[in-house]
């Protein structure tokens, strides 16, 4: 059985814009890696778990900060490259991406040497046009950006 993930994507109107907010992972493997390395906040969850609590509660964790009080429309699921199956869910808010507290995780690092190093679980989040979203986001996750154009636009 594939894994499952849960996340939000949250939207906002900026300056007559609509924009998405996405994470860049922490860690030295994506360090360097820009384009195509930008993801929706999610994380894991296990059955029965209802996705939604999951997705809000992995917002909370990734970012430091509880997602808005506010209605969460469903995305439906994605499968990405690793085969993850994604759940995700649009969420109209805002937040201040320099106010954000990340978790943080544990690993050996370099390779090999037996020295466990912590890092953050996202180094940085930023709000992005769709055009912008679709160049820095996962290709996996793409799908959930035009979701939301066509979710929005109905």
């Known amino acids: 059985m594939p894994k499952r993930s849960a996340g939000i994507v949250m939207y906002r109107h900026q300056a ?5 907010l996405l994470v860049h992972p922490g860690g030295p493997f994506w360090a360097k890696k820009e384009e195509g390395a930008w993801s929706i906040p999610k994380g894991e969850y296990d059955d029965p778990e209802d996705p939604l609590l999951a997705a809000k509660r ?3 964790e990734e ?3 509880a997602p808005p009080d506010a209605e969460c429309r469903p ?7 690793g ?3 994604v759940t995700a869910f649009a969420l109209a808010g805002d937040c201040d991406t320099a106010a954000i507290n990340p978790g943080r995780f544990e690993m ?5 040497s037996g020295r466990m ?3 953050p679980e996202i180094d940085r989040a930023g709000w992005f046009s769709l055009a912008d979203a679709r160049v820095k986001i996962l290709a996996s996750q793409l799908p959930l950006i035009d979701r939301l154009e066509t979710l929005l636009q109905g």
């Open 75 to 81: 995305l439906g699921d994605i499968k990405q490259s």
């Open 117 to 119: 190093q912590t890092f």
């Open 58 to 60: 992995e917002f909370a």
């Open 83 to 85: 085969g993850k199956i």
């Open 108 to 112: 050996e690092w370099p390779p090999r």
């Open 16 to 20: 007559g814009a609509l924009q998405v």
């Open 63 to 65: 970012l430091g900060i």
